[in-house]
């Protein structure tokens, strides 16, 4: 089976999760801020924290943004369950704004109407999460716009997105919101194993996540209420969790970004190759927005009225598609929250039609070909 996404280990990234392992330490250690500083770096921001997951990145996010019980996050139902659910971690309710057709990620234009209304109602959200689906940045702009006059704040979810520029200025830049994050995941743009990260511009927002990472406790005598009874003293002044990334995780995250170029370089190449022997058939090839730059994490392809069937047939032919993703609301959890089928009509018509097919940075032009060849010989 050729899958529809898979890492890329060298012998680079294993020799220097070995060096960790000889090292004095295997979590946090200097690892971790090695990779925080090389990934702000690369985004151009200011802050990074890396943490164990990018569900906990959002969490922590949501958090460090006082998001709790009587707050609303919105979000796009074309996203992983993990965009959402952020927000009942923290006893705050979610609710989706309806996707572009074209690019699949949140709509602008229904995000305004759907603030108007809720303006009305006096149940604005808090927070919207866009999501950068397939590694295309949303509409920043226009979202960040609507942020000024409606006061609520942003969370990037870049978990497909690292690498991605948006009008010429790296994702993560934080340039129009308050923070983004990442996930390396092995099947995401650059694995750690399991890892995520962090980034933003504001400093006590950063203060705040590095805080609630470790338990909530801190060893900085400013932050304390009583003066430090000896240098083994720390308090704990919030309560936060344990989601600290592992020095062995940072190394490899660190090794990997070292690659990134390489993985996008050849990401695009496949897309390039996809886009010309495709297009000819009757699917709905990925759309790009003018000055945008995927990371391309995601080809998805738009089949209308046989998805079924394509689907059955290319995993019949040992293709590994899969469908990204089965709308949030429609999940059973949030079908009980008092969600329902018809309430986000571009989402669910997107859901009916799409297929992900096989793209990773060290796939073979083979193993495209025969991608290739089967959509044909079934669309053709
Ligand atoms: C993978 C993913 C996440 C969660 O990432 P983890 O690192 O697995 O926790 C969140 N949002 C989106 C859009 C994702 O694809």
Partial sequence: MIPYGRQDINEDDIEAVIKVLHSDFLTQGPAVPHFEHEIAQICQVQCATAVTNATSALHLCCLALDLGPGDWLWTSPITFVASANCALYCGARVDFVDIDPKTYTLCPQALEEKLIQADKEGRLPKIVVPVHFAGQSCDMVAIHALSQRYGFKIIEDAAHAIGATYQQQPVGNCRYSDACIFSFHPVKIIT?????????????????????????????????????????????????????????????????????????????????????????????????????????????????????????????????????????????????????????????????????????????????????????????
């Avoid at 995993?315 to 999940?331: A, D, E, F, M, T």
């Fill in 192 to 380: 750690s194993g399991e890892g995520g990260m962090i980034v933003t511009n504001s400093e006590s927002l950063h203060d705040r996540v590095n805080l609630l990472r470790s338990h909530g406790i801190t060893r900085q005598e400013q932050l304390m209420t009583e003066p430090s009874h000896g240098p083994w003293y720390y308090q704990q002044i919030a309560l936060g969790y344990n989601c600290r990334m592992t020095d062995i995780q940072a190394a490899l995250g660190t090794s990997q970004l070292s690659r990134l170029e390489q993985f996008l370089d050849s990401r695009r190449y496949y897309v390039a190759r996809y886009n010309q022997a495709l297009h000819q058939l009757p699917l709905i090839t990925p759309y790009l927005k003018p000055g945008n730059e995927s990371a391309w994490h995601l080809y998805v392809v738009r089949v209308p009225t046989v998805r079924q069937e394509v689907f059955n047939n290319l995993r019949q032919k040992k293709i590994g598609v899969n469908v990204h993703y089965i709308p949030v609301h429609l999940q059973p959890y949030y079908r009980q929250l008092g969600f329902y089928p018809g309430q986000f009509p571009e989402a669910e018509q997107y859901y009916e039609e799409a297929v992900t097919l096989p793209l990773f940075a060290a796939m073979t032009e083979k193993e495209q070909d025969e991608v290739i060849a089967a959509c044909k010989q079934i669309l053709g």
